[in-house]
């Protein structure tokens, strides 16, 4: 007999304020290997909840700040070795220590009112990963992100995007598969 650890894990959301009615939300995530014990997840679930005011800056293992819990910020890929409890980490809107990162999918809708994008609110001065994915495109395939539509100098994704202090806009980048 050969025997391997599970092969799963859950990773819990839970909206992390006083007076939420959202239940918490679990997203089961597969191992990568069989002799690996952790799955590596990229924490991409911006708008798993809306609060009143507020915009949700990323994750922590702990429902309160202190002392010291693990933080995960949008992007970042992880790894987990167990089932995982995460709580929103909120910030007033009219915060001034966050910025947005507004990802367009730069398809055939690209510059109009109704193109796809997603805003990503980040603490500042802190890196992030760019997303694998945020968009799907039919008969397309996602090369990266870059600062300009239609520019050739990109960002592959799975990679750190520097630190920012300012608002970021990013443009997906796509190539045909056929």
Not at 71 to 88: C, I, P, R, V
Not at 99 to 118: F, H, I, Q, S
Request: charged share 25%; hydrophobic share 25%.
């Amino acid at each position: 007999c050969m025997w391997q650890n599970e092969s799963t894990y859950t990773l819990t959301f839970y909206p992390n304020y006083e007076g939420a009615t959202e239940e918490p939300i679990q997203k089961e995530f597969q191992r990568t290997n069989s002799t690996n014990t952790k799955i590596k997840v990229g924490i991409w679930e911006p708008l798993l909840f809306k609060r009143e005011g507020y915009k949700l800056l990323g994750w922590i293992e702990g429902s309160t700040l202190s002392p010291y819990p693990n933080k995960y910020y949008h992007g970042q890929e992880l790894e987990f070795s167990k089932d995982t409890k995460l709580y929103a980490i909120w910030v007033e809107e009219n915060s001034d220590s966050y910025v947005n990162y507004t990802y367009y999918c730069n398809d055939e809708k690209a510059g109009l009112e109704n193109e796809e994008r997603m805003v990503i609110p980040t603490s500042k001065n802190n890196s992030m990963g760019y997303p694998p994915s945020l968009f799907s495109r039919e008969g397309y395939i996602l090369d990266g992100w870059a600062k300009e539509r239609d520019s050739k100098n990109f960002y592959a994704p799975y990679y750190s995007i520097e630190a920012s202090d300012i608002d970021t806009n990013l443009y997906a980048i796509w190539h045909k598969t056929h």
